[in-house]
């Protein structure tokens, strides 16, 4: 960590980004409703739950897609880019060039995705009809891959 807050320190951009190291709770929460996008590079990653917390506050992500996103592309409320460091320097080049308001619309569309599809009532009914599914009394939910 050492190297990445000197590297940090030391870049162009110096005062305008800082390594917060891990946050909890509140401050977490704060951290996501400070910023104006959250970026979330990765080389590996099962699920990113950082990336549905910052949708869930609200916010525009930028995710390499090692991180399983696709829906910031689908949804239109961030950028899902492959993992080199050109395409993210070009999404984070696009965020920077994005109005304020269209950066509220976008983290307004990727709340959205997050009640419609992550939260407890969402995630529920998912699972009843995909029990009622298994046990032959009804269609196949879309979500279900038979391949």
Known sequence: MKKLESLI??????????????????????????????VCPSHTENFGVVVGEALACGKPVIATQSVPWPELQEYDCGWWVPDTHADLKEALLA???TSDQQLTDM???????IEAK???????????????????????PAWVDVA
């Open 107 to 113: 983290g307004e569309r990727g709340r959205k995705l």
């Open 95 to 97: 965020a920077v060039q």
């Open 9 to 38: 320190g030391s870049a162009p951009s110096a005062g305008k980004v800082a390594y917060l190291g891990p946050l909890f709770g509140s401050k977490r929460v704060a951290a996501f409703q400070g910023c104006d996008v959250f």
């Open 118 to 140: 992550f939260l407890w009532p969402s995630v529920a009914r998912q699972m009843a009809e995909t029990y009622t599914w298994l046990l032959g009394a009804g269609q196949r």
